[in-house]
């Protein structure tokens, strides 16, 4: 549709809004044929107002996503090497980071949950303490983390205590 035609109906619309001059039957069948017209000769109109694109959120957000998998690949030796605190299973595979602070009254329940959802799964989770750690302040910062509890997966960032449930999927799906 035309630059031209789309002002054109919105000067319209906003005119009948305004005035009564369409208020007489007559008025109306002219305007309704008008329209028709109009829509015949450009069905993109409606096509486009019937049936918009579907966006999906990977799309709203792919250079979000790029950015944040990169961040996680420049700091993925750091993350998930075996060395280091970790909860889990002892001899499993490092799947998460999990970032926690004292004096965080959620970090304490996410650590608590996720080590039984790591054993459950036989994977583990390299654990990064805020109070004790010298390194893992700059490792968030690295990742644009701002808030603990965080996890950090190979595919993904969580900023903020999630439930069991969410966190166990994603790690069956990682283990699959």
Do not use: W
């Not at 054109?8 to 008025?27: E, G, H, N, R, V």
């Not at 999990?98 to 994977?123: I, N, P, T, Y």
């Not at 968030?140 to 439930?163: C, F, K, N, Q, W």
């Amino acid at each position: 549709m035309s630059t031209k035609t789309l002002a054109m109906a919105a000067c319209l619309t906003a005119s009948i809004a305004q005035a009564d001059m369409f208020a007489a039957p007559d008025a109306q069948a002219a305007l309704g044929s008008e329209l028709l017209q109009l829509f015949l000769d450009e069905p993109e109109i409606l096509q486009k107002a019937l049936y918009p694109p579907v966006v999906t959120a990977d799309e709203i957000y792919a250079d979000d996503i790029a950015a944040d998998l990169e961040r996680i690949g420049k700091e993925a030796q750091s993350l998930f090497e075996s060395d280091g605190p970790k909860i889990g299973t002892a001899d499993g595979p490092v799947l998460m980071a999990l970032f926690v602070d004292e004096g965080c009254d959620d970090c304490a329940l996410a650590s608590d949950e996720l080590r039984d959802v790591l054993q459950k799964l036989g994977v583990a989770a390299r654990v990064f303490d805020l109070a004790k750690d010298t390194n893992a302040q700059g490792i968030m910062e690295r990742l644009t983390l701002d808030t603990v509890p965080a996890y950090v997966m190979s595919d993904r960032m969580i900023r903020g205590h999630m439930p069991p449930f969410v966190i166990e999927r994603y790690l069956a799906e990682a283990t699959q």
